[in-house]
């Protein structure tokens, strides 16, 4: 189906929704912090990033705007992930993402965050060959 970046540096949070994403079909890579999002997504050109807010090295917000502010990486959705109540949208759609989940998020809440982007990005490549 899709391709996911998935930042999360929490061991547990990222194996958890990394075998919900492989379940639902989406092939998933791996990052543990903003830095390494950066790079991967830089070499990988994902579909998705689903980033989480606070994490080590950079965090998930700076992480995005640098991936925004980047003519290669600025077309590709971010949905922040975090656990901080205090993180709305407004703050995140400010530092560039598209939409954001609260920590631990439902399965089902997530893969409709999932299906929405994936569905959008999919439908703009195929109009694109049209």
């Known amino acids: 189906m899709s391709r996911i ?12 929704i990394e075998r919900v994403l492989h379940m639902a079909g989406h092939t998933v890579w791996l990052a543990g912090n903003g830095v390494d999002a950066i790079a991967l997504a830089m070499a990988c050109y994902p579909e998705l990033i689903l980033m989480d807010v606070l994490l080590p090295e950079m965090n998930g917000l700076e992480a995005t705007r640098q991936l925004k502010a980047n003519s290669l990486t600025r077309h ?16 995140a759609q400010a530092y560039g993402c ?11 809440t997530l893969l409709a965050k999932v299906d929405r982007f994936c569905r959008a990005d999919r439908a703009a490549e195929c109009s694109a060959r049209s």
């Open 5 to 16: 970046l998935l930042v999360e540096d929490d061991p547990l949070q990222r194996s958890l």
């Open 76 to 91: 590709i959705p971010v949905i922040a992930l975090t656990a901080y109540q205090l993180i709305d949208s407004l703050i």
């Open 98 to 108: 598209d939409d954001f989940a609260i920590k631990p998020v439902s399965v089902a």
